[in-house]
């Protein structure tokens, strides 16, 4: 079983829509929760960034974590064509360097 | 100019070649990392680096070899490259522990 599960999709909505992504994760000892966004061709970019439990929000992107779940969601609200790419999460426990990612979603909003 | 480049962008070597991809960073940070990025397996970690005189495994080391000539720049070497290390490698960057990592367009590397 791998530390972190992630849906690979592709999860196609229509614009407008709300989008959840999500990721399951086993190491107890995450603290420390990223989501990052990868067009195609491109590097992974950072989109949030999220330290132990409760919610985050930026413009139309909010990250929640649930570590009693081992549970993290990141929604789009009003998606936009241009938010059409891979989106990754990554963790990483409190002392450690190392961050352990999911294998990403891929998302398609269409017009 | 991009914080964080990587040369070539894309590269095509045959079985048992060897070859380096470079990374450059403008950042300023200590922290460089190498990963490669493969469909179904995400990102794994190959080496990284918290200052010039310090390197350390990651959870895939075998077959590359790094180098770190400066706090700017660090290479990964394939020293004979085989067809499985056929992927999309990425460089990033981190300023310290608690900093999450900034990362390179990434290159495209065929092994034939």
């Known amino acids: 079983q791998k530390e972190v599960e992630q849906d690979p999709g592709p999860l196609s909505v229509p614009e407008g829509a709300i989008v959840s992504l999500n990721c399951t994760y086993s190491n107890s000892a995450f603290q420390y929760f990223m989501w990052y966004r990868q067009y195609s061709r491109k590097g992974p970019e950072l989109l949030m960034y999220?330290?132990?439990?409760g919610n985050k929000e930026d413009g139309r992107f909010t990250a929640q974590v649930d570590k009693s779940s081992k549970y993290i969601s990141l929604f789009i609200r009003d998606s936009q064509p241009s938010d059409s790419a891979t989106y990754l999460c990554a963790m990483r426990a409190g002392g450690g360097n190392k961050l352990t990612f999911g294998t990403g979603t891929q998302l398609k909003v269409e017009l | 100019d991009a914080d964080v480049t990587q040369t070539p962008r894309n590269r095509i070597t045959k079985t048992g070649k060897r070859i380096m991809l470079e990374c450059s960073q403008t950042k300023g940070h200590d922290r460089m990392y190498w990963y490669r990025q493969d469909p179904g397996l995400g990102l794994r970690l190959i080496y990284y680096s918290f200052d010039v005189k310090d390197i350390n495994k990651g959870e895939i080391s075998d077959g590359y070899s790094v180098s770190r000539q400066a706090q700017a720049k660090f290479s990964l070497s394939l020293e004979s490259a085989i067809p499985n290390q056929t992927a999309l490698y990425f460089c990033?960057?981190?300023?310290?522990?608690?900093?999450?990592?900034?990362f390179g367009p990434g290159t495209r590397l065929l092994v034939l």
């Open positions: 990033a960057t981190s300023p310290g522990q608690q900093e999450t990592q900034y």
């Open positions: 999220t330290y132990s439990s």
